[in-house]
């Protein structure tokens, strides 16, 4: 297929492909690293026979394909678990079942996964108008004062760690200003106003954060666009800068910024670990955590695979946004 219909087409294949090879990847690599899974997972007051007896509920016997097609099989079609005294059916997409609680992997990412999309929604706003509006300022002033000093915050701030910036933000804001009360999470629907108010500190870190990079990145993409000979072009003709700016300059930064936001974004879908264990969110990033101290493999493996999944996800939606915005990319 040609044309941007067959463009979009190819990238979902390629994004279909790539989750498979992920999840090959995955499987094998937390499987074959050592331990005894079943040990852990009975506990350590378990007799030999009670250890067996998980390890065959856990499949854990069987040969390593004949897992992986069985987990293959239960995303694409939903499996059936024993739990000892019962049968639990897993509807599909299902990851397999917790070894600590016996629930479906995906009901405990769907229950974790509002807080990560509200932390990765709010961040993502945030940033792109500190970053962008930063790498604007910064072009406008150029050669001055300004520019030298927004410069400077933002190499200041893609060096600075994410959990220095919360905690910062949290003994001063919170505990000599106090200002805000320390983030808890509540959700959307039972009181949007105490879910925006809980979640602005971890937005703020991240977003002052992530912001440094968008400053930079549109800043050396405008003053590059500023450098063309069509920019020059309407200066001869009287333009103002303020306008070649608006309307050309920023436009120009708009196909790389949108391929760094959608990676970041991605990412941060797939749980932003260190924000949300130092803010106390029950995300996914925190569940992760808590999964690979007990070795719960499946909610591991799982809640990776849904990681990749963003990640993925957001590359080829910014594959296709990134040919619209910029008509010069080549559709292949």
């Not at 996914?284 to 999964?291: L, N, S």
């Given at each position: 297929m040609t044309g941007f219909g067959g463009f979009v087409l190819r990238r979902a294949l390629g994004a279909l492909v790539t989750l498979f090879a992920l999840s090959v990847i995955i499987y094998v690599v937390f499987y074959v690293t050592p331990g005894n899974v079943a040990q852990i997972t009975c506990g350590p007051r378990c007799s030999p026979e009670q250890v067996q007896q998980v390890a065959q509920q856990l499949r854990l016997d069987d040969?390593?394909?004949?897992?992986?097609?069985?987990?293959l099989a239960g995303i694409l079609a939903g499996q059936?678990?024993?739990?000892?005294?019962?049968?639990?059916?897993?509807?599909?997409?299902?990851?397999?079942?917790?070894?600590?609680?016996?629930?479906?992997?995906?009901?405990?990412?769907l229950t974790k996964l509002p807080v990560t999309a509200s932390l990765a929604a709010g961040a993502m706003v945030l940033w792109l108008i500190i970053g962008i509006g930063t790498g604007v300022l910064s072009v406008w002033r150029r050669g001055r004062l300004t520019e030298r000093l927004l410069t400077g915050l933002t190499l200041a701030g893609t060096a600075t760690p994410v959990f220095v910036i919360g905690l910062v933000l949290m003994i001063v804001v919170c505990g000599q200003?106090?200002?805000l009360p320390f983030p808890e999470y509540v959700a959307f629907t039972d009181d949007p106003e105490q879910?925006?108010?809980?979640?602005?500190l971890p937005w703020l870190s991240l977003a002052l954060i992530e912001s440094a990079t968008y400053a930079r990145l549109t800043r050396a993409s405008m003053l590059e666009t500023l450098a063309e000979d069509h920019v020059r072009t309407f200066r001869a003709y009287g333009i103002a800068e303020r306008t070649i700016i608006r309307r050309h300059a920023l436009r120009g930064a708009v196909a790389p910024l949108?391929?760094?936001?959608?990676?970041?974004l991605g990412v941060l879908f797939g749980g932003a670990v260190l924000t949300e264990t130092l803010f106390g969110l029950p995300g996914i990033g925190q569940a992760m955590v808590q999964a690979v101290k007990v070795v719960d493999l499946p909610v591991v493996i799982g809640m990776v695979l849904v990681t990749g999944f963003f990640v993925v996800l957001a590359?080829?939606?910014?594959?296709?946004l990134y040919a619209v915005a910029d008509r010069r990319v080549v559709l292949t």
């Amino acid at each position: 297929m040609t044309g941007f219909g067959g463009f979009v087409l190819r990238r979902a294949l390629g994004a279909l492909v790539t989750l498979f090879a992920l999840s090959v990847i995955i499987y094998v690599v937390f499987y074959v690293t050592p331990g005894n899974v079943a040990q852990i997972t009975c506990g350590p007051r378990c007799s030999p026979e009670q250890v067996q007896q998980v390890a065959q509920q856990l499949r854990l016997d069987d040969p390593l394909y004949e897992r992986y097609l069985h987990f293959l099989a239960g995303i694409l079609a939903g499996q059936d678990y024993s739990t000892g005294t019962s049968v639990l059916h897993c509807p599909a997409p299902c990851l397999g079942l917790s070894y600590q609680s016996d629930q479906p992997v995906m009901d405990l990412i769907l229950t974790k996964l509002p807080v990560t999309a509200s932390l990765a929604a709010g961040a993502m706003v945030l940033w792109l108008i500190i970053g962008i509006g930063t790498g604007v300022l910064s072009v406008w002033r150029r050669g001055r004062l300004t520019e030298r000093l927004l410069t400077g915050l933002t190499l200041a701030g893609t060096a600075t760690p994410v959990f220095v910036i919360g905690l910062v933000l949290m003994i001063v804001v919170c505990g000599q200003l106090r200002l805000l009360p320390f983030p808890e999470y509540v959700a959307f629907t039972d009181d949007p106003e105490q879910w925006a108010w809980n979640l602005l500190l971890p937005w703020l870190s991240l977003a002052l954060i992530e912001s440094a990079t968008y400053a930079r990145l549109t800043r050396a993409s405008m003053l590059e666009t500023l450098a063309e000979d069509h920019v020059r072009t309407f200066r001869a003709y009287g333009i103002a800068e303020r306008t070649i700016i608006r309307r050309h300059a920023l436009r120009g930064a708009v196909a790389p910024l949108i391929a760094v936001n959608a990676n970041n974004l991605g990412v941060l879908f797939g749980g932003a670990v260190l924000t949300e264990t130092l803010f106390g969110l029950p995300g996914i990033g925190q569940a992760m955590v808590q999964a690979v101290k007990v070795v719960d493999l499946p909610v591991v493996i799982g809640m990776v695979l849904v990681t990749g999944f963003f990640v993925v996800l957001a590359g080829a939606v910014a594959d296709v946004l990134y040919a619209v915005a910029d008509r010069r990319v080549v559709l292949t």
